[in-house]
Each structure stands twice: as C-alpha cells, then as structure tokens.
T-cell receptor, first 115, second 116 residues
Framework: DSGVTQTPKHLITATGQRVTLRCSPR?????VYWYQQSLDQGLQFLIQ???????AKGNILERFSAQQFPDLHSELNLSSLELGDSALYFC??????????????FGPGTRLTVT | GNSVTQMEGPVTLSEEAFLTINCTYT??????LFWYVQYPGEGLQLLLK?????DKGSNKGFEATYRKETTSFHLEKGSVQVSDSAVYFC???????????????FGKGTKLTVNP
C-alpha cells in the first residue's frame, strides 16, 4: 500500500459526459501528479500540482482540468468525454519540494470507460 | 527531449531463468532512474531506483545499475519466479528547479510472463 488513495476505482460513463476523479496523496506529500495510461499512448504525464498551485503541464487536453485543495487532495475533471478518453488514470505523490527524494508513489488508479 | 527506450516484449521465461530487460535513456541533465512494476489489475509500484552514476538499485532480487557512459539502466534478476509475472516500466525524472522531482518519463513497458 503506497498510501495514495484514489476514488472511484472504476467509472463507466457515456460520451459527452463529465466526470471527476479524486486523489489523496500520502501524508506529508505536497506534490501531486496525474498520469494517463492507455494502450496506444502508454503512460503519459498530464499535470502536476504543488501545495495548491499548478507546477507543470504535460499533454493534457483542454477538456481536462485539475485542482489541488487546501487539504492537499486533488481532483481531475474530464469533460465532453470521448471514446478515446477511456484509460487508467493514476495519481502519484512525492515528498516536499526541496527534498532530495525523487520518488513518486502511485495510487491504485481509476479505470475510466467511456461508452 | 527526455525519453526512455526499453526492450519490447512480451518476454516469456521458465521459472528460475535469468532475466534481463534492457533500458536506455536520453536526458538533458542528470536524471534519476527507476523501475516500476505493475502486477495484473494493480497500480504501479516502485521496484528500485538509482540517483547517480554507478549506483546500483536493488529490491526483491532485482538489480539495475545506473550507467552514465552507456545511458542505460538494465533490469536483471538471477532466478525469476511465477510471481514476478507483471509489466515492468523503466522511467526517469529530473530534479525540479527547487528540489523534489519533475514528471516521470516512462518507457512503453515490458510484459514478463514466467511459466512454472
């Protein structure tokens, strides 16, 4: 158990809908990362937050957005869903910025199926 | 840009066989290197890491050595077990501008199946 929790575990929804994925980082970790794992694209970085502020963006679609709340949990919002958005979405967290540890600890993922 | 290339699978071995999964990287700067493992139906688990040249990461019988001269981080295990069947990902990250880490850049993953 990495200490990172994600809900829900599975999500099935229709095209055009909007969903919210939730992540709670490990205790004490201020950085949260979101990754997408799909068969054709592999594991890709979407976005990073640190202590409530966006720190880095990857190949995140404009239909997707994220935020990190004062209690450090994070949400990834996916809207106008398309079939191609079906994937496993992972959240990861890492220790305090400024530390020397570069490890990221992953949650169990949310499997999104768009029908 | 930064990238990771790992050998394509799938790899199928018999129990107690020797395992090597090749991984090479391209990075601007001095990356930290990782192997993550994903068991069927589960998330990613950190298997081992190395943060500087010639460091050897090891865990659960797996080893990998950070080779700066060949930009490689090959994963090895002397005797695999059926329970090692999983997908293995090589990854790198670069230090953030204020410490900590930037995003992980992953290879495509190598599926390992170990038969009894």
């Amino acid at each position: 158990d990495s200490g990172v929790t994600q809900t829900p575990k599975h999500l099935i929804t229709a095209t055009g809908q909007r969903v919210t994925l939730r992540c709670s980082p490990r205790s004490g970790d201020l950085s949260v990362y979101w990754y997408q794992q799909s068969l054709d694209q592999g594991l890709q970085f979407l976005i990073q937050y640190y202590n409530g502020e966006e720190r880095a963006k990857g190949n995140i679609l404009e239909r997707f957005s994220a935020q990190q709340f004062p209690d450090l949990h994070s949400e990834l919002n996916l809207s106008s869903l398309e079939l191609g958005d079906s994937a496993l979405y992972f959240c990861a967290s890492s220790p305090l910025l400024g530390g020397r540890s570069y490890e990221q600890y992953f949650g169990p993922g949310t499997r999104l199926t768009v029908t | 840009g930064n990238s990771v290339t790992q050998m394509e699978g799938p790899v199928t071995l018999s129990e107690e066989a020797f395992l090597t999964i090749n991984c090479t990287y391209t990075a601007t700067g001095y990356p930290s290197l990782f192997w993550y493992v994903q068991y069927p139906g589960e998330g990613l688990q950190l298997l081992l890491k190395a943060t500087k040249a010639d460091d050897k990461g090891s865990n659960k019988g797996f080893e990998a050595t950070y080779r700066k001269e060949t930009t490689s981080f090959h994963l090895e295990k002397g005797s695999v077990q059926v329970s090692d069947s999983a997908v293995y990902f090589c990854a790198l990250t670069l230090p953030g501008s204020q410490g900590g880490s930037e995003k992980l850049v992953f290879g495509k993953g190598t599926k390992l199946t170990v038969n009894p």
